[in-house]
């Protein structure tokens, strides 16, 4: 099977039903869809409520647009001194090399400015954001992002490495890709010993959302990546009708920790425009990872992350447990009861 990239060939495909034709063309006139044929094959096409679907396939509710949702929805424009490069905090920069993806979730907060016309960067733009990267002496870490940066060819992420390597104060270069449970296959062996070597180590962050996303062919592309040396941390939207309970994010974390993927973080929804349908109320996310606590080893407990809109960061907002009491402090427990104690 080949990427499906229109809604033409969803249909043929059976994957969306023919009377859906004509509104979801309106949809693929302003967000990019693709699903690859890895994903085509995950799909439940009979079940309605089936979480790949849901993610990947598009959705006339796309359409509707509420007045705080926002093209850019955390800011990356506001902090782009250069193409390619968004630098929010001081120690770590973005490096947008591609803005294509092997799919297009349907939830993504950069889904306007992503998709099969945007391309890459070229040489010269590539350039000049190695040079902002060289002139800072106070970045530390370099994201590799896009769309999919493991997109671009091997020979070009391992340019890319030595280029990196050759700053002394970059210390660690960070990738962030869906495409080892999206598209497996193509995490080749010359992709990986791209990623390998060199002075700044290579950490990984996975984004999956769901347990039924780790297929055969996913685990073994983690493995692959894993058993290469390449430490993997996790990444998740919090999404309605995909992993709002408690049952569907404890699958999903316990299959991130089976494949050595450590989850990160799990995001509040960002505010992307048509995205309403897929956001979780923050107190509704801040019970949910409540009702993890104690019940789910501390390994699978991400950071639960807000990017605050306007590009002013990210904020842990997960529940508390402490609040003051007088001279003394009320902590409660992952039980619900509550209890004295005195930090001095």
């Given at each position: 099977m080949?990427?499906?990239t229109s809604i033409d060939g969803l249909v043929e495909a059976g994957l969306v039903p023919e009377p859906r034709r004509a509104a979801l063309r309106r949809v693929a006139e302003s967000f990019a869809v693709s699903v690859s044929a890895h994903v085509q094959g995950l799909?439940?096409?009979?079940?309605p409520a089936d979480p790949i679907a849901r993610q990947y396939l598009p959705d006339a509710r796309e359409l509707e647009q509420a007045a705080h949702e926002l093209a850019d929805p955390i800011g990356d424009a506001v902090h782009s001194p250069v193409k390619g490069i968004v630098h929010r905090y001081p120690d770590r920069v973005l490096l947008q090399l591609v803005?294509?993806?092997?799919v297009y979730c349907?939830?993504?907060f950069r889904r306007e400015s992503v998709g099969p016309d945007s391309g890459a960067l070229s040489a010269t733009e590539l350039d000049r954001a190695i040079a902002y990267i060289a002139a800072d002496p106070g970045i530390w870490e370099v994201i590799l992002t896009g769309g999919d940066p493991l997109l671009v060819t091997p020979r070009r992420l391992a340019d890319l490495k030595a280029r990196l390597d050759a700053l002394p104060h970059v210390g660690v270069i960070r990738v962030h890709s869906r495409l080892p449970v999206a598209d497996p296959d193509r995490v080749t062996p010359a992709l990986i010993?791209?990623?390998?070597?060199g002075r700044a180590p290579v950490f990984l962050l996975l984004h999956a959302n769901h347990a039924s996303e780790f297929s055969d062919a996913a685990r073994a592309a983690i493995a692959r990546l894993v058993d290469a040396g390449i430490p993997l941390l996790g990444q998740s939207v919090l999404l309605a009708g995909v992993n709002d309970t408690p049952?569907?994010?404890?699958?999903l974390f316990r299959a991130m920790i089976a494949n050595r993927v450590k989850p990160h973080y799990l995001h509040q929804g960002d505010l992307a425009r048509g995205t309403g349908h897929f956001r979780v109320p923050i107190a509704?996310?801040?019970?949910l990872m409540k009702a993890l606590r104690g019940d789910v080893s501390g390994l699978c407990q991400p950071s639960y992350m807000l990017d605050i809109p306007g590009g002013y960061g990210k904020v842990p907002i997960g529940p508390g447990y402490l609040a003051a009491d007088g001279e003394t402090w009320t902590v409660e427990d992952y039980r619900g009861g509550r209890h004295s104690y005195r930090d001095g």
């Open positions: 080949k990427p499906i799909i439940d096409a009979r079940d803005t294509v993806c092997a349907r939830f993504c010993a791209s990623l390998r070597g049952e569907s994010l404890t699958a509704r996310g801040q019970a």
